[in-house]
């Protein structure tokens, strides 16, 4: 399993590249993008207009509201359906919340990482794809924060790129990416805290995988 240094994402710069989300709409699509987080605000771009500063509380001509900025994500409520979105994350998803088929498309930051922001259990959470882990993998503070006991895991080992590091095995019972939600995803956690929470091959091999260049498309399977 690698461990990758940490990436830092400045959120309250205000153009760090748009991040769409797609909803089917009455036959149709609405595209909102993310393009700049402050405090109680956000900047989208919704169908490819003009950036537009919306507060929380307030709606887009289009009927768009910003609910909440939480961290490196805005909540929206699109279509009556709360949404997420990450700064650096593409959604694609075709109705019915997380029952319903549903596209993570990501990007290559400038290191070829690729980056998303999801939440695990409810808590907000950083995730790195990595095919080389087996399974997801968090830090102690992490799951702390996602209210998971650790401790009552399955205890061992595990070597990394520093050394040998003591883990427990655990399960996550909820893990959304976007529209996509997974549940009783299998996990470890480290007990040390890390950068960002390790998206390895217990929640990947649930999804089919495709890369394109710079983008990798996740959709999910079941």
């Not at 998803?93 to 930051?109: E, F, K, Q, R």
């Not at 590091?165 to 549940?183: A, E, K, M, P």
């Amino acid at each position: 399993m690698r461990i990758a240094r940490p990436v830092l994402i400045n959120v309250v710069r205000l153009l760090v590249g748009v991040c769409p989300l797609f909803i089917a709409h009455n036959a149709s699509a609405v595209e909102v993008g993310v393009v700049g987080l402050f405090p109680g605000k956000a900047v989208l771009v919704v169908d490819g207009g003009t950036p537009r500063t919306l507060q929380v509380g307030a709606k887009t001509a289009g009927g768009v509201k910003l609910l909440a900025v939480e961290g490196t994500e805005a909540v929206l409520e699109i279509d009556g359906k709360r949404q997420r979105i990450g700064i650096g994350q593409q959604v694609y998803s075709v109705g019915g919340g997380g029952n319903g088929p549903a596209v993570i498309s990501l990007t290559a930051d400038a290191r070829g990482h690729f980056m998303t922001s999801g939440t695990i259990n409810g808590s907000s959470a950083h995730f790195m794809v990595d095919t080389g882990a087996t399974m997801v993998a968090m830090g102690a503070g992490d799951a702390r924060r996602a209210n998971i006991d650790y401790a009552k895991g399955d205890a061992g080992t595990m070597v990394t790129a520093n050394g040998p590091v003591r883990v427990w095995r655990t399960t996550i019972n909820s893990l959304r990416i976007g529209d996509v939600l997974l549940n009783g995803v299998d996990a470890v956690v480290q007990e040390h805290d890390m950068p960002f929470v390790l998206l390895g091959m217990s929640f990947l091999n649930r999804m089919e995988m495709q890369r394109s260049g710079d983008t990798m498309t996740l959709r999910r399977r079941y």
